[in-house]
Each structure stands twice: as structure tokens, then as C-alpha cells.
């Protein structure tokens, strides 16, 4: 383990030394810190606190929130549940992936620049299908409009 990862380590573990229970915070901050719960850290702490790794992982598994991979720049959430997927969910996500080269099961581009996810639904089945990307919710989408509104992004990046 590098250095610089433990440094980072140690100072969260010194953070919640005494409240042994709080691993979503633990957790939040090697979030925060890394931009992804990292194995080798996950792996730092069950060690460090005698804390079955399982434990951890089953707090990750659980909580939509925590990513145990690198996440691109750019999230884009695309809807699958059962209204938008009726309506067209899967065309326009297999037009994002051949847009943005993704390959089997990669999630996020070589360049880092897009993580594409699914989520069940959003909440807004009168627009749908839906895709959100960042914080910014398209509706109505197909996949030829989901790539005109992604250029956008991909421009963004460039300037
Ligand atoms: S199913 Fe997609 S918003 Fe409800």
C-alpha cells in the first residue's frame, strides 16, 4: 500500500477510533477521499479494527450510494423501470453504450469522462423514458436525442 493511501487511512480511522460502529461514515470518507471505496482500503480497515471484511462489504452492497469503482466525470443514470423500460429504456441505453464505445459490462469510459448507470424508477413515469445525467433529468428520451444531449457534455469537457 502506497504511502500517501495510508496517510489518508489512518487519519479517517484516527477520526472514528472510538465509535467502532460507524462504518457508512468510515466509508463516506473513504469515498470522499479516494472517489470510490477501494478494496485495498476496505481491506486496510477490517484488518485495522478486527472487523470482518464481510461486515464492510455487506454496509457497501446495501447502500446505492457507495461505488466500488472509479466513476467518470460525467454520471449518466439511465431509467429502467417498468414504465421506461416499456417505453423504450433499452434502445436508448444501447445507443449510450455504442455512443460512448462502452464494451460488456464496463460502466464508465476509458477516459473516465462518463459512468453510465441504471437505476429502477425516478419517480417521473410521465416523462419517460427518462435519463438523468449529473443532476440535470431528460425526458421523453431516444437515443439519437440522449447523444445530441450528451454532446453537450463532451463539449463541456473539451473547453
Ligand atoms: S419507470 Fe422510469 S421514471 Fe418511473
Known sequence: MEKELED???AIYLKYVDNEDNIITV???IQNE???VEKEAVEWFAKKTYTPVSKFYGVITFYSQFHLAPRGK???TVCCGTVCHV???PKVIAKLKEDLKLKGADHTTRDMLFTMENVNCV???SIAPV???NDKVFGKQSGDKMVKNLKYYKEELRN
Do not use: F, P
Request: charged share 15%; aromatic share 4%; with cysteine.
Open 123 to 125: 419517480g417521473a413515469c
Open 34 to 36: 479516494l472517489g470510490y
Open 74 to 76: 460525467n454520471i449518466v
Open 27 to 29: 466509508l463516506q470518507d
Open 87 to 89: 417505453k423504450g429504456a
Open 8 to 10: 489518508t487511512l489512518e
Open 131 to 133: 435519463v438523468i445525467v
